[in-house]
Structure formats: C-alpha cells, structure tokens
C-alpha cells in the first residue's frame, strides 16, 4: 500500500495564479480531509470529503478556495488568484470510513512569490 | 469553540533522559485524542491514539495519558535517543465532527 499520495510536493506560484493540489488517498479509502499548516504554526482543518460529496467545509475559506473528490482519480484542492497568504504547506489524510484518520500525506507546500 | 495548547513550544534535551510533553484542551467534550510526529518537511506520523474512555495508551518506549475532566494529556517519552528529534502534535477529535483540532506541536530535539 503507497500510503497517502500528494502531488506536487512544493509548488511555487506567482500572485494571481492558480494552484492545484493533488491527494490519492491509500487503497481502499473513501474519505479525504485536507488541512494547511500556516508556517510556524499547527495544522488547521479545512474540508472533508467523500467520493463525490463535500461532508464539512466549514474550514474552508470563502473565497478562492474550492475541493472536490470526484468519483475517479485524486482530490483536488484549488486555490484561485493566489496571494502571498496562501503559502503554506497543504496536507491530505484518508481514512476507509468516517473516522478523522491517522494517514496523512507528505504534504504539498505552496509558496507563493 | 475548542482549542488545543501545547507547552513547551521547543525542548532540547541530553541523550537517555525520560521528558514529558503537555497538551490542553479547553472543552473535555472529546471523542479521542491522538499524538502526532512531524519530520520537518515530512508529513505526519500517528503515534498514539486514546479514546476517550481510555485512560492511557503505551507504544514501546511511548506512554500517552488522558485526563479528560482537567483537559489534558501528557506523552512520556522513556530513553530518548537522537531519532526522537521532531515536533510533536496533539490532535482531539470533538463529538459529531470528523475533523481534528490541532495544537501549535513541540518541537523536540534530544542532543547526543
């Protein structure tokens, strides 16, 4: 089993553009939850995700900011116009059932110049 | 609205000393709480895991404690060598919700 799967593992975008993050979850797993690690900071949940359906996105911010775990291939998290606040390191977990996981991915970090 | 704390922030320490790691929790309203470990630039590893019925969970040289009703929990770390070096996380999982709450870690580096 590969374990989590994220892609890419650092990302550098300038102001404005647009960032796709990439998470396969482990064989077998259904669940995805995302979380951004602000730097010096700890891990601060953002969505939570079955095939094809956002459960909680109540860490999500309003803007710019969208998830989706499609029915084939890896969830995406897509940051739109980023800005310099964005830079951080973005981390995926799965789990095979509704529990919060124990399986995080290496995670992605973004930064953003 | 529930938060996590942990303390010390950083700690170094000597090669063979037995230390103690704390975490906080305002709300005691917990499902479980869990330990994390944190290469830097890597992703993290679970280490521990208690429910909240439990009292304490034991993994090799690790020992986690739960007190729900003071929200807290200890990891004690026996023997500490070197490859121990990295920051912890403490993460609860509040009642109904999928999600965990994370503390800010400790970051931990033992001195040969």
């Known amino acids: 089993n590969a374990g989590v799967m994220q892609n890419p593992r650092h990302l550098v975008r300038r102001r404005g553009q647009e960032a796709r993050l990439r998470c396969s979850p482990m064989?077998?797993?259904?669940?995805v939850y995302w979380y951004r690690q602000l730097p010096e900071e700890g891990l601060k949940f953002m969505v939570y995700?079955?095939?094809?359906?956002?459960?909680?996105e109540s860490g999500m911010p309003k803007e710019r900011f969208s998830a989706e775990f499609p029915k084939e291939g890896p969830s995406i998290l897509r940051i739109q116009q980023v800005v310099r606040g964005d830079s951080a390191a973005y981390f995926c977990?799965?789990?095979?059932?509704?529990?919060?996981?124990?399986?995080f991915g290496q995670g992605t970090r973004l930064t953003v110049v | 609205k529930q938060e996590v704390t942990q303390i010390p922030a950083a700690l170094s320490v000597p090669e063979g000393e037995n230390l103690v790691l704390n975490c906080s929790f305002t709300?005691?309203?917990?499902?479980?709480l869990q330990w994390f470990r944190q290469d830097p630039g890597k992703g993290l590893t679970s280490l521990l895991l208690?429910?909240?019925?439990?009292r304490e969970q034991t993994s090799g040289r690790l020992n986690a404690s739960l007190d729900k009703s003071s929200g807290r929990s200890t990891l004690y770390i026996a023997a500490s060598q070197p490859g121990d070096s990295a920051t912890y996380l403490c993460?609860?999982?509040?009642?109904?919700?999928?999600?965990?709450?994370f503390g800010q870690g400790t970051r931990l580096t033992i001195n040969p």
């Open positions: 977990a799965s789990s095979p059932d509704s529990l919060p996981a124990a399986f």
């Open positions: 064989k077998g797993h259904s669940h």
């Open positions: 995700l079955q095939k094809e359906n956002i459960i909680d």
């Open positions: 709300d005691s309203a917990i499902y479980n």
């Open positions: 208690i429910q909240s019925s439990q």
């Open positions: 993460a609860v999982r509040p009642p109904g919700a999928q999600k965990l709450v």
